[in-house]
């Protein structure tokens, strides 16, 4: 967009600023207008990212009784891969983009978001382990190698299902999956799942809904 042209414009002119200064020198005027108008952009950023988090968890709240994301580890999720002198890191560009990726969708706090808006409306948000729910078919729970062709696509390899689809819809069906296998009940969406607090109508099929963000690196 351009917003993200303009924020990077000055970031390469706060480094051609930077290259320019001698060391030990303080920032000149322009150098510190420079600085002001990166940190403008990205707090305008980050407010538009809140309101958004803030409008879409309100509305998970609202329409379901029980919502069910993957426990990640996200601060081992985001440790550095840069290694050691003696131990280098591999793919160190490609991990700190991911890293910037999760830092800038803050999935922790989609997720503290979800958790008390849930609990103001009798509902609960439920953590399931998170390993393979994106290898794994939901269809016949096996995991056979090859199957998730792409980001987006997922296709069971297993000959006796063959169930082809969107691997983020499969993932989310994977987490259904366990936390009712935890808890012994199904969620419908109807209230009928043994919750207390007030009943809330949804259509009958059982739903997951992760925020979009949390199944980024399932």
């Keep these: 967009s351009g917003e993200n042209e303009r924020l990077l414009r000055l ?9 320019t200064r001698k060391k030990g020198d303080p920032g000149s005027n322009r150098e510190r207008r420079t600085y002001d108008q990166i940190a403008r952009l990205r707090a ?14 309100t509305d998970l709240a609202r329409r379901f009784s029980a919502i069910v994301v ?29 890293n910037r990726s999760i830092a800038s969708q803050a999935w922790g706090r989609t ?3 979800l958790t008390y808006k849930s609990a103001d ?10 390993y ?18 792409t ?13 082809t689809g969107n691997a983020d819809t499969n993932a ?22 043994g919750i207390p607090g007030p009943v809330k109508r949804q259509a009958s099929c059982p739903t997951v809904s992760p925020a979009p963000a949390l199944r980024a690196a399932a």
């Design 172 to 193: 989310a069906r994977n987490q259904l999956h366990r936390y009712n296998s935890a808890a012994g009940r199904a969620v419908t969406g109807r209230g009928d799942s």
């Design 111 to 113: 997720v503290e978001f």
């Design 132 to 149: 393979g729910t994106s290898q794994e078919c939901h269809r016949c729970h096996t995991t056979t190698a090859g199957s998730r062709e």
């Design 70 to 98: 993957e426990d990640l580890n996200i601060t081992a999720m985001m440790a550095s891969a840069c290694g050691t002198v003696q131990e280098p890191g591999v793919n160190v560009a490609q991990k700190r983009g991911l």
């Design 44 to 57: 305008t950023a980050k407010r538009r990212a809140v309101d958004w988090q803030h409008q879409s968890t």
């Design 11 to 19: 970031e390469r002119k706060s480094a051609r600023q930077r290259a």
């Design 121 to 130: 409306r009798g509902g609960l948000v439920a953590k399931v382990r998170p």
């Design 151 to 163: 980001q987006s696509r997922f296709a069971c390899k297993n000959l006796a299902c063959g169930w």
